[in-house]
């Protein structure tokens, strides 16, 4: 099971637009238990593709490969299994 992405076309929109009022509610880190993981979104526009690296994946940078979301310029990733405070 993949846990779905937390931001929504209209959250793009706004982030384009820079009207986003809760951008914290969607970038950066957030724990989901269905998966049990969390996911993982960061704005890095000119970027090549980054990881999620952990103990939690034995730190195998090609293991959490974050995707690119449309061409917007932000990157997103899960990680299954991880949790707050550690693995």
Known sequence: ????SLLTPFDLHLF???????LYEKMG????????????AVWAPNAD?????G???????D???QQ???QQGVWE????????GGV
């Open 1 to 4: 099971m993949i846990a779905s």
């Open 55 to 61: 103990g939690f994946n034995f730190r195998d940078r």
């Open 49 to 53: 593709p980054g990881s999620v690296i």
């Open 63 to 65: 293991a959490k490969q």
């Open 68 to 70: 690119p979301r449309e």
């Open 29 to 40: 880190a957030h724990i989901s238990k269905d998966p049990d993981g969390a996911t993982f």
């Open 16 to 22: 384009n637009e820079g009207t986003h009022g809760h």
């Open 77 to 84: 990733g899960y990680g299954l299994g991880v949790r707050q």
